[in-house]
């Protein structure tokens, strides 16, 4: 019984800490929390972090292959993609990454929220498509991170 419980609070204060990334300029979040319509033929990206458990966590977010960014607490990333194409968003979890295959339409604007979920070592992660009010709802209380810094892309 002893190692469980030594284990459960190991485990809450691995998840409890703070990690953090690069920030990008004030400016440059509140004109993506304008949230444009994206360039002509492409679908715009948002993908964001605000659970609160597994704060102490950075994971690596990835657009067909490309690094996007290492994602921390209460930060998002905006991205632009071809529009009219199925595109694949993955994020690094505990023993494999974890995917989200989307078809994006050009102009549109999309919501992916990325969530951190307890693990057997470390919190895993996940991904889930929001609705535009939620994701909007959502970001609003963030701040934009600088792309293309991940751990595990070189």
């Known amino acids: 019984m002893k190692i469980f419980t030594t284990f459960a609070l190991a485990a809450v204060v691995l998840m409890s800490g703070c ?3 690069d920030m990008a300029s004030k400016a440059e979040s509140s004109k993506a929390k304008e949230f444009n319509p994206p360039t ?3 679908a715009g990206l948002y993908i964001y972090r605000n659970s609160f458990v597994g704060k102490a966590l950075k994971k690596d977010i990835l657009v067909d292959g490309k690094c996007v ?3 921390a607490p209460d930060v998002f990333f ?3 993609v071809q529009g009219g194409k199925n595109h694949k968003i993955d994020t690094e979890s505990e023993f494999s990454d974890n995917s ?4 994006l339409e050009s ?3 999309y919501f992916i929220r990325q969530f951190i979920k307890m693990g057997v070592f470390v919190g895993g992660a ?3 498509q929001v609705t535009e009010a939620q994701g909007k709802a959502d970001i609003a209380s963030l701040e934009l991170a600088k792309t293309g810094k991940c751990n595990s892309v070189k």
């Open 78 to 80: 905006y991205t632009e």
């Open 107 to 109: 102009g549109k604007n």
């Open 100 to 103: 989200l295959e989307l078809m």
């Open 40 to 42: 002509q033929g492409n």
């Open 19 to 21: 990690a953090s990334v």
């Open 126 to 128: 996940g991904l889930e």
């Open 69 to 71: 960014g290492e994602s």
